[in-house]
């Protein structure tokens, strides 16, 4: 049993970090009988303290907080250099100064000491698999955790550190890629990569990677997830904290999407703009550098320099308030099952 099986609604509100995931969105997903996630990532530790509490004001039902695992893969420091020397002419072209590159964990300690006092319900770690003692450790102190994975191996890895469940992440997500390592990526699709992960564990999974409608969360329940999560669709709620470009951007339904690593070093899929055209065939597996390098670029105010993360069925979002969103899809779901089980009966 995990805290899944208590939802309303099989429907977990992905953790968006940089902005989208806000403790007004979560709650409101929660108190709707969903599952909502903070999103710890760029943020501080007491940062994240400060979401924390601001969400426990807004409700006394479980939800979620996302952390990132810090990078395992070596990077090219001479790669990055030379991406640095072709974004050159967007500083000038914006007026900015590029950032600087330096790397980092993400605040990694201080977040896992957040966790010994905060004790979240639920806590997911996402760009890797904590040592089996760090998740003993989460554990203790009474959260459920999570682990983000996109291949088989991902998941064995996972469940043997001693994951109490495991979010199951297809090529057609939005945003970042939730792989342990940042090359030699699996692209498999949702519905294959659940199929394949749940043939080797009976841990609960979570499915996310392109998923829109009710209909969409009963087919990955189909396919033996236990719930569906969902991060576009969420992004023009009103609680959400997206950019009025990036919604406007989603709006339009005229783009499409790729995977690219030209923002930040690492796989995400977006809209296709100018900047992920030009520079994605450049942009080295570097993260978080690129992320640090291309920081004010994207803020620059132009929809063409920014990260527009997007799912690839991203036409199908609007601003509805979250917990109508969340009722709607649990609704959704039913009646596809219902009407499936009555076509076959």
């Not at 929660?30 to 943020?43: D, E, H, I, P, V």
């Not at 530790?45 to 996302?66: K, S």
């Not at 001479?78 to 993400?106: F, I």
């Not at 690593?261 to 900047?275: K, Q, S, Y």
Request: glycine letters at 10%.
């Amino acid at each position: 049993m995990t805290i899944l099986d208590g939802l309303d609604h099989p429907v977990v509100q992905a953790p968006m970090a940089g902005g989208g995931s806000t403790p007004e969105l979560v709650a409101a997903v929660s108190n709707a009988g969903g599952l909502g996630f903070l999103a710890a990532g760029y943020l501080t530790a007491d940062a994240v303290r400060d979401q924390i509490t601001r969400t426990r004001e807004l409700t006394d039902q479980p939800f979620g907080l996302n952390v990132f695992v810090p990078e395992r893969s070596a990077v090219d420091e001479a790669a990055v250099t030379a991406y640095a020397a072709e974004l050159a002419a967007e500083a000038d072209r914006y007026g900015v100064a590029l950032g600087d590159p330096s790397g980092g964990d993400d605040d990694w300690d201080a977040k896992l000491a957040l966790l010994s006092e905060a004790h979240v319900p639920v806590v997911s770690f996402t760009f890797g698999c904590p040592a089996a003692e760090v998740v003993a450790e989460v554990k203790r102190h009474g959260s459920e955790v999570f682990v983000t994975v996109t291949s088989v191996d991902e998941a064995r890895e996972a469940v043997a550190a001693g994951a109490d469940g495991l979010v199951v992440q297809g090529q057609e997500a939005g945003a970042h890629r939730g792989t342990f390592v940042n090359e030699g990526i699996d692209h498999t699709g949702l519905i294959p990569v659940l199929r394949k992960v749940s043939s080797v564990t009976d841990v609960p999974l979570v499915a996310t990677g392109g998923l829109a409608t009710g209909a969409d969360v009963a087919a990955v329940l189909v396919a033996g997830a236990s719930a569906a999560q969902l991060g576009t669709m969420f992004l023009p709620c009103p609680e959400s904290g997206a950019n009025p470009l990036h919604l406007a951007a989603l709006a339009a339904g005229d783009t499409a999407t790729e995977v690219t690593r030209a923002f930040t070093g690492r796989p995400a899929r977006g809209l296709v703009n100018r900047f992920l055209s030009e520079h994605s065939a450049a942009a080295p597996p570097a993260y978080p550098h690129v992320h640090q390098l291309t920081r004010d670029l994207r803020k620059a105010g132009d929809p063409q320099s920014m990260s527009l993360w997007a799912g690839q069925s991203y036409e199908f979002a609007r601003p509805l308030p979250a917990a109508d969103l969340v009722r709607e899809l649990g609704a959704g779901a039913r009646k596809a099952l219902a009407d499936a089980a009555r076509r076959w009966a």
